[in-house]
Structure formats: C-alpha cells, structure tokens
C-alpha cells in the first residue's frame, strides 16, 4: 500500500488540509492508500485542527474530528512512501532530517503536484500559513492544496499499479 504524509508547521491547518483532501479524492479514485499528517514542531502537539480550517472542509463534508496534532519523527521516513511538505521551509527541514538520500528523495513539495505552477522554481512553489490571517487565507491556501491533489493521486496511481 502506497503512503503518504503531509507536512506542516504545527499540523493544524495546511497538512490536515491536505491529508483529508487526499483521502477523500483517493477514495474517489477507488485507491487503498494510507495518508497522515504531521508537523515539523511538537508546539500543537494533541490539538484538534484549527477552527477555519476545519470550516473550509466541513464545507466539503470532511469530518475531521479526530484530528490530533502530530510532531513528524525520523522514523516516518522508513514508513511513508511521499512526503509532502507545505512550504519550502519544511522542505528544508525534512531535507535536514533525512537520514540518507533515498528517505530525501522522498520530500516534496505539495504544489510540485499542480501542473498551473509545478515549473516554477522550488522557492516559488510554498503554500503560506494562513494561520496568521482571516477565513479568506485558509480559502487561499485551501485552493493551493486542492490544486496539487489530482497531480498526488496521479502519482498515487503510478505507485500502486
């Protein structure tokens, strides 16, 4: 089974976004892949997701309720195939992490997935946090990461063929 993990900052906002998302169009897809999230920090670790955010996906009747904040450890590199990191500082710190260049190898970026900007440069290619601003920036970021997702299940698709 192919698995993936989103990554953000403090998985509350961005990596969840993206984890359900991808359940969700997996499952469309018929496609049995595993798919969790994490946070580069442990700040909120055991936390649910962010109110705005589970606002946009309740829109989508995505039930998150039992979303826990979760820190990203080393050993996720040995247990999941892709990792999407959100913006380009967790990607650079999933880099750091790896413990060798086949587990780096695995980091990406989730709108490397998004064919509208996928040839843009890797510092062009971030999902900002909409954490410090209003409804309309978790739509933003919302939109950035269901952008990416077909491309994530096209991949999904290649991988479990």
């Known amino acids: 089974m192919y698995r993936i993990m989103t990554v953000c900052t403090g998985n509350i906002c961005r990596s969840p976004m993206g984890e359900y998302l991808i359940k969700q169009a997996a499952a469309q897809a018929g496609l049995t892949v595993e798919v969790a999230s994490s946070g580069i920090s442990n700040e909120e670790e055991g936390n649910p997701i962010d109110r705005r955010a589970k606002k946009v996906l309740d829109e989508l009747n995505i ?53 509208a900007v996928a040839d ?31 491309g994530v299940i096209e991949q999904t698709q290649a991988h479990s063929s």
């Not at 039930?63 to 990607?91: E, I, P």
């Not at 843009?120 to 952008?147: A, E, H, K, N, V």
């Open 63 to 115: 039930n998150t309720g039992s979303h826990r904040a979760q820190q990203f450890t080393r050993a996720d590199f040995d247990r999941y195939d892709l990792l999407l990191a959100m913006d380009t500082n967790h990607y650079r710190a999933l880099k750091r992490l790896a413990p060798d260049e086949e587990a780096a190898a695995k980091v990406r970026l989730m709108r490397e997935f998004d064919p």
């Open 120 to 150: 843009q440069p890797l510092d062009q290619l971030g999902i900002y946090d909409p954490w410090y601003g209003d409804m309309s920036d978790f739509y933003g970021t919302f939109q950035m990461i269901r952008d990416a997702v077909p």
